[in-house]
């Protein structure tokens, strides 16, 4: 099975990293401009260190999922999701992600971290700069 899968892993990380980072600036969007909306109970003026987590959101989202400066991008986003984690979730519902629904924060943090380790990969801006072909492991 490994040979069917395996030859579309460059692809297919592709595609996490695109979607993923849409995502993300989804997130960014919805602090910054009301859109889509904030779920019920969540909507008012927000503080402004709101502000600067959805414009970081908004840019490193963007940023990675055009695969441009994407180690630093996802870097800075990997950053303020562990921020977020614990000064958001963790300091206001105990330890455990799912107790204090910092499960996606989390995910978002490794995922991140995982992007700035490996880069952009193909269908990417920086790689297009580099002029080279994405060596990819088996």
């Known amino acids: 099975m490994a040979e069917v899968i395996g030859r579309f892993s460059a692809h297919t990380f592709a595609l996490l990293r695109i979607i993923a980072g849409l995502m993300f600036a989804m997130h960014g969007t919805q602090k910054l401009f009301g859109y889509p909306p904030m779920p019920a109970g969540m909507g008012g003026p927000l503080p402004p260190l709101m502000k ?55 995910l978002y943090c490794f995922l991140w971290l995982f992007v700035a380790a490996h880069g952009a990969g193909i269908w990417s801006i920086d790689n297009a700069m580099r002029h080279r072909t994405v060596v990819t492991t088996a």
């Not at 055009?66 to 977020?84: K, P």
């Open 52 to 106: 600067v987590a959805g414009g970081i959101e908004l840019v490193c989202g963007l940023l990675i999922a055009i695969g441009l400066f994407t180690g630093i991008a996802a870097f800075i986003a990997c950053g303020e999701m562990a921020a977020a984690y614990f000064m958001g979730h963790a300091s206001h519902g105990g330890f455990w992600p799912l107790e204090n629904k910092g499960e996606l924060a989390v």
